[in-house]
């Protein structure tokens, strides 16, 4: 999402006084020249003409600005940051150029820089809306998003049509407090203000994406990608939006775009290129894997049918899957890497590749429509002799009927407020009789696990020692009835192992578990309770009570 527009013009006048000697006449003819190049944006010229006028005088602060400003859009950051520095150097309150300055160190990742150069240019120039715009930026990038919306609220307070600040504020409300209604209010103020901003018109899709409103995402997609085709963040809601419509072979070809814009898809050089679907019968393909726990194991579905390709696949993974890995798929070799280092020396030790591919990409070519998803069973493979271990272990209380639990998923910046609820909301679920419940909560919940028997005499048996090594998390959950849980990581480690899964999915549900209806297509032993828009969840666990009930009774 773009957060920079056009430049500014410095807070003082640029052009130099009419009454210098002829050097300076000439200096500020060629930045006259420049500055005109610069509004047409004809990069290449303005710069020559800067750079003229620099030889002619050298402390021509406007000119290291603008030049500055040319490098900055070419890429060439440290040349940037060296022409405004220079800027600064020779006019110490030019605010635009501290501004710009921070801007350039914002861009390099250079944090407290970009903060004390942004405070200088607000200092210089208190209502600098641009500055508080930038230090939003800042503060969003440090994910401190209480101080971000209090800049853009400051930037619109003093320039109430910056159509710009209205796009992000939309976007980090929503993103903040899921407050759909006001950050639609932003989105269409921006859209008013500016009708071809295309970061807006993607806003907007961001927010019907999110309300479920899929098709109407989709159609704001295509408006800001007529405006700018090159828009990777457009593209990707795009796709989450088609590949929750069920649209899968559109989808995929935009998933492709999370390469490029996912902070958990980091960009890995391999000594192989990548695989485009070519026959893979006697050749040799490395499989890395991408994003979390949950999307290792649900893109592992497609390992079969890679498999069955008649080639070598070599699959890397996680540390946590690697002996569940091993044991499902004993034709492939099996891997352990770090997806966000650039070390790959573990290569050194395998045979030479033929190609490369994300795992996130397999379904590009083996998941294009309903019908290619499998249509029964699971495809991890429990080990044998834990699996009984736990079934004694569980067969000593007595209980008919065995359930596992998880109650909170994700984390801050994937959205677990809304994919979470408190343990003791359940109670409906957990009242029924002849039952043992489990938990299958990874983290710290011995407390709510507590609170839940003394406040209710509901005990839920809790085994640190099968949360912490998934290798037995997954013979745990072999060894139970049934799973009841929310939208994680343990959803996706029973439905790949074939167990019955009962998943508790908010209103703005991930793209995987499509936009409606009850099934999720990746696991066929897999049951969704959609919670309304606009809805507690009171009546999805009413819901679940009563059909885990009869299904107690039956069992």
């Known amino acids: 999402m773009r957060w920079f527009g056009s430049a500014p013009a410095p807070n003082r006048a640029a052009v130099p006084d009419a009454t210098l000697a ?14 005109e190049h610069f509004q047409r944006g004809q990069l290449e010229p303005a710069a020559r003409a800067f750079r003229h ?3 002619l005088k050298h402390d021509l602060a406007e000119a290291h600005f603008y030049l500055g400003l040319i490098m900055r859009k070419q890429s060439q950051l440290e040349d940037a940051g060296d022409c405004l520095l220079l800027a600064v150097t020779f006019k110490p309150d030019l605010a635009a150029a501290w501004f710009y300055l921070g801007v350039v160190d914002l861009d390099c990742k250079r944090y407290a820089e970009a903060r004390r150069n942004f405070e200088t240019a607000l200092r210089l120039q208190p209502d600098y809306a641009e500055a508080h715009h930038g230090y939003a930026k800042l503060c969003e990038e440090q994910k401190q998003f209480g101080d971000a919306l209090a800049h853009l609220h400051a930037a619109l307070q003093l320039k109430p049509d910056f159509a710009l600040a209205h796009c992000n504020l939309a976007r980090l409300t929503l993103r903040d407090s899921l407050d759909v209604d006001q950050a639609l209010v932003h989105a269409k103020k921006a859209l008013e203000l500016q009708p071809r901003l295309a970061e807006a018109h993607s ?48 989808g995929w070809r935009d998933y492709e775009e999370r390469k490029k814009i996912y902070p958990l898809f980091a960009v890995r050089k391999f000594p192989s290129p990548e695989w485009d679907g070519s026959p893979l019968a006697g050749r040799r393909i490395l499989i890395y894997h991408e994003q979390g726990l949950g999307d290792e194991i649900m893109f592992a579905s497609c390992l079969p049918d890679m498999l069955g390709q008649g080639g070598h696949c070599i699959v890397e993974c996680s540390a946590k899957l690697e002996p569940l890995f091993r044991r499902s798929f004993p034709a492939a070799t099996i891997v352990v890497g770090d997806q966000t280092s650039p070390d790959m020396s573990y290569l050194q030790a395998l045979p030479r590749c033929d190609w490369q591919v994300a795992a996130g990409s397999l379904p590009r070519y083996f998941r294009r429509h309903r019908e290619d998803f499998p249509r029964a069973g699971g495809y991890l493979v429990a080990a044998a002799q834990r699996i009984e271990h736990w079934r004694a272990r569980l067969q000593q209380s007595g209980a008919r009927t065995k359930v596992g639990l998880s109650w909170r998923g994700g984390a801050l910046h994937t959205n677990q407020p809304n994919r979470s609820i408190e343990l003791q909301r359940l109670l409906p679920v957990l009242k029924t009789p002849d039952c043992e419940f489990v938990s299958l909560q990874y983290g710290d919940c011995r407390s709510e696990i507590d609170e839940l028997y003394e406040r209710h005499g509901i005990r839920a048996q809790h085994w640190p020692e099968a949360i912490e090594n998934y290798d037995e998390t997954a013979a745990l959950v072999s060894a139970l009835d049934l799973i009841i849980t929310v939208d994680t990581s343990a959803a996706h480690l029973s439905g790949a192992l074939g167990k019955p899964t009962w998943v508790l999915v908010p209103a703005n549900a991930e793209w995987r578990y499509l936009a409606s209806g009850e099934r999720m297509p990746w696991y066929p032993s897999m049951r969704l309770f959609r919670r309304a828009h606009g809805a507690g969840w009171e009546p999805v666990i009413d819901r679940v009570a009563v059909e885990f009930a009869s299904a107690a009774q039956r069992s």
């Open 22 to 35: 002829s050097t300076h006449e000439q200096a500020a003819a060629a930045y006259i020249q420049g500055m």
């Open 53 to 55: 006028a620099l030889e």
């Open 203 to 250: 806003c907007l899709a961001q927010i019907l994406q999110f309300q479920g409103r899929c098709q109407e995402a989709v159609a704001a997609c295509e408006t800001a990608l007529r405006i700018d085709p090159t828009a990777s963040h457009t593209r990707m809601i795009r796709a989450l939006s088609r590949l929750m419509l069920g649209d899968f072979e559109a």
